[in-house]
């Protein structure tokens, strides 16, 4: 062959080669730990399709749910060493990072009501917080939500003094623990994806969830009681790999951007309505006898849990405590 000839070729191939990569897209594996039929799931698969559709094909986001790749723990550190770029992990996760002011979010009572939440999450307050996780590698995107929890068990738990002696699966939060032991439990942190066996063999007696959690897991069948009591509030901070998010094209970030947008003003549309959905299928299921609380019974949870505020002030900070307790006052 002659030089010319094999330089034409080197040069084609180079160019199909380099038109290979660029025509690759780029990957975000997102990893969470619940069913899909969730705020979170749905949510997750609703971004995979505007983000899909925002970038023309030139991001790929593959969603992993159900701790299919990672429990929780484990997914933080895999987001850390970039081998997943997407989480959402419930705000009560972020402890084990070191960033101990999310627990906020865990107090009890600490929001009578979604207005005051999304004041928080959406304001200047909810924006330091994610600013927070840039010195851990990670870059919060969004705050998802899911709802108040209602706490279970294979007995009724009407008043503080039903709690003693029982063992109940928290996430890994101090506030959470704090809340456990201030109602007379003893808790125990387990993954998101072993509550079920645990609640089933009896490992622990009970959990805490918002329903549309308790009912895509199942754990309704495996718990004869669940009191309405909406002690206290679970929801997510959306996060990616801060190397990888700042690496990307800025007009990809961009349209990323915009779908997270959307994709968060979906979730926050469909959470509500999930769980009283998922509330209503657990009724109807007939396993669970739903406990609603008397007044007084209300007052009894109420006062055993106060003193978790002022508990929790050295480990969270009594200044983010007031503001966020000056927003539910508004
Ligand atoms: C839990 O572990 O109970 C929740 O954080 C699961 C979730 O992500 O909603």
């Known amino acids: 062959m002659k030089l010319r000839t094999i330089l034409v070729a080197l040069a084609a191939t180079a160019s199909f080669t380099s038109a ?3 025509q690759a897209p780029i ?3 997102f990893s969470h730990v619940v069913a899909t039929d969730t705020p979170k799931g749905q949510a997750a698969e609703r971004f995979k399709q505007l983000a899909e559709k925002a970038t023309n094909g030139r991001v790929k986001v593959e969603v992993y749910p159900n701790s299919q790749l990672y429990k929780d723990k484990e997914e933080l550190e895999a987001l850390q060493l970039g081998a997943v770029q997407m989480l959402a992990p419930s705000l009560a996760k972020f402890g084990p990072l070191g960033v101990k002011e999310f627990e906020v979010f865990d107090l009890p009572y600490i929001f009578p009501n979604k207005t005051a939440l999304y004041n928080v999450t959406e304001g200047p307050i909810g924006k330091g917080l994610l600013k927070k996780l840039e010195s851990k590698g990670i870059t ?3 705050y998802w939500d899911n709802g ?6 294979n007995k009724p738990l009407r008043t503080p003094t039903d709690f003693r002696g029982t063992k109940l699966r928290i996430q890994s939060s101090k506030v959470l623990d704090a809340q456990m032991r201030a109602l007379g439990a003893n808790p125990q942190v387990l993954a998101f994806s072993e509550v079920y066996q645990a609640l089933q063999t009896g490992v622990v007696d009970g959990t805490e969830n918002p329903p549309s959690n308790m009912y895509t897991q199942k754990m309704h069948e495996v718990q004869k009681f ?3 009591s909406n002690h206290g509030y679970l929801g997510y901070a959306v996060i990616v790999n801060k190397k990888f998010w700042d690496g990307l094209p800025a007009d990809l970030r961009t349209a990323l951007e915009g779908a997270m947008r959307e994709a968060t003003t979906y979730e926050k549309a469909i959470a509500q309505r999930d769980n009283d959905l998922a509330l209503e299928a657990m009724k ?10 008397t007044a007084q019974e209300q007052a009894e949870w109420k006062k055993a849990l106060s003193p978790v505020q002022k508990q929790m002030e050295s480990r969270i900070g009594a200044d983010l405590i007031n503001a966020i307790n000056k927003e539910g006052a508004k």
């Open 284 to 293: 109807k299921a007939g396993k669970t006898q739903f406990i609603t609380l």
């Open 226 to 228: 669940a009191t309405l």
């Open 148 to 153: 108040f929890k209602i706490m279970s068990a």
């Open 20 to 22: 290979a990569f660029a």
């Open 140 to 142: 919060g995107l969004a």
């Open 27 to 29: 990957v975000i594996k």
